[in-house]
Structure formats: structure tokens, C-alpha cells
Nanobody, 117 residues
């Protein structure tokens, strides 16, 4: 059974940084899948934040461009999200995902990120 396990969340002050990690197990062809991160803030729908395709194309939400960086290591089946210059509005539950197609998307359990002074 496919498992995605996130780590690295927590609480930081505005302007701070966090690095989220996601290890994907029991997933064939990780190296050609699209992987990335979404988030859900309280009272809002989940939104896609950052993604990287198997071919190395990046995609970022406008709200995080220039601040967040997604990366992957196919040998370790791992995805990271480096988040810098964090804002209070970045507070959310963050979820990693792996997708072989738009109809086959697997999500992690989520990890909390809280930005407050």
C-alpha cells in the first residue's frame, strides 16, 4: 500500500523558514511521477502549492513564487518543500502528493505549519 509520510512542520515567526519532507513508499515509477505539495488553511479549500514533474518541470502557486522551492530525490523517493520568508497567511495543513496522472493522485496525511508572532 502506498504511503506518504510528511515531516518538518511546526511553528515559526513571520519571516522564518521551514523545510518539509515527504517520503513515499510502495510506489512504483516514482521517478516519472509528478510530486508536490498542497495546503489547506482553516475554512478554505485545499490548494496546490508546488509541484515538480518527472521531467523536471516546476510549477508554483503565485502566492509562493520566489519564497518556496520544491525538490525531489528519486533515489530516496523523497520530496521536499523549502519555505522561506513565511507569512501568517501561509499557516495551513500541508500535504504532499504523488501522481501518475490527474486521476491517480495519492495524498499524505498532512502536517501542520503555523506562522505567528
Amino acid at each position: 500500500q502506498v504511503q506518504l509520510v510528511e515531516s518538518g512542520g511546526g511553528s515559526v515567526q513571520p519571516g522564518g523558514s521551514l523545510r518539509l519532507s515527504c517520503v513515499v513508499s510502495e510506489y512504483n515509477f516514482f521517478n516519472i511521477a509528478t510530486v508536490g505539495w498542497g495546503r489547506r488553511a482553516p475554512g478554505r479549500q485545499r490548494e496546490l502549492v508546488a509541484a515538480i514533474t518527472g521531467g523536471g518541470r516546476f510549477d508554483y502557486a503565485n502566492s509562493v513564487k520566489g519564497r518556496f522551492t520544491v525538490s525531489r530525490d528519486n533515489a530516496q523517493n523523497t520530496v521536499w518543500l523549502q519555505m522561506n520568508s513565511l507569512k501568517t497567511e501561509d499557516s495551513a495543513e500541508f500535504y504532499c502528493y504523488v501522481a501518475s496522472s490527474t486521476s491517480d493522485v495519492r495524498w499524505g496525511q498532512g502536517i501542520k505549519v503555523a506562522i505567528s508572532s
